[in-house]
């Protein structure tokens, strides 16, 4: 079975889900299971994993024994921000190593600071921690990233929570083709089609969250996401045919034509 492997750690479905801007924990585990998802990312910094035991919990709702959690720095703009809450993450969800490391350069773009999450990374490496890491589509760094250590490399497809779609496909068809580790499309997927085309390209993934929960129907968005995903892999596994310019070619023989 063609599974995706990350961390020594396999996981059937290519399709990972945030779990943010949805009305409530109720919405966010029925959209969740609608995705077909099994790793989730989770912001430290505003959601409640049991910090505040007054308020319901997102462990509740997406219990960690069903689903991998993948904590985040969302809303980190220094490599000691992302650090410090990374730590405290490890510790809320009791010595849990996996984690997305996104370090940004300002609130209006949140297109991330490359240095800073280098420096970031360098340190939680070193501490165990096993880093994906959401960076830029330029292929020298992610090459960087992935001679540090990082599990997977994660970049934008377009801004976060823009709905772009993949802007520039020729980068991310450099990285997917020099790395080794996979290459996980996160931020700026707006519809099925840009999942799709992600996995067509050969990525080993999708990470989402604004395109679901966004959607006029998350649950209905959540299905077409997985069918995309899943359709996208297939067609890449497949192997499209070669583009002919200008050049037609009969859909039947040409040869044996009855009556001729």
């Not at 760094?141 to 823009?162: K, N, T, Y």
């Amino acid at each position: 079975m063609d599974e995706l492997i990350i961390a020594g750690k396999t996981y059937h479905s290519r399709l990972l889900v945030g779990t943010g801007k949805y009305r409530d924990f109720d919405e966010t585990r029925r959209a969740v299971d609608a995705s077909g998802a099994q790793i989730v990312t989770v912001a430290i910094r505003r959601t409640n994993l049991g910090q505040d035991t007054s308020q319901p919990s997102l462990l509740d709702a997406l219990p960690p024994d069903r689903y991998t959690y993948l904590p985040n720095t969302a809303g980190c703009y220094t490599a000691d921000d992302a650090v410090r809450t990374l730590r405290l993450a490890r510790e809320l969800l009791d010595g849990h190593d996996l984690v997305k490391l996104e370090v940004l350069g300002d609130p209006k773009s949140l297109y991330p600071n490359v240095i800073e999450t280098i420096k970031a990374a360098d340190i939680l490496i070193k501490e165990g921690f096993k880093v994906m890491v959401y960076t830029s589509d330029d292929p020298i760094i992610a090459r960087q990233f992935e001679a540090m250590g990082c599990v997977a490399v994660m970049p934008l497809a377009s801004l976060i929570g823009s709905g772009m779609g993949i802007l520039n496909p020729w980068n991310l068809q450099i990285i997917i083709n020099e790395l080794r580790v996979p290459v996980i499309v996160d931020a700026g997927v707006g519809t099925a089609s840009d999942a799709a085309i992600a996995m067509e390209l050969g990525c080993a993934g999708v990470l989402m969250n604004t395109a679901i929960a966004g959607a006029r129907d998350p649950l209905r968005m959540a299905g077409a996401m997985k069918l995309a995903v899943q359709a996208g892999r297939e067609a890449f596994l497949a192997g499209r045919m070669d583009k002919k310019i200008y050049t037609a070619s009969p859909s039947s023989p040409v040869n044996g034509v009855i009556g001729s």
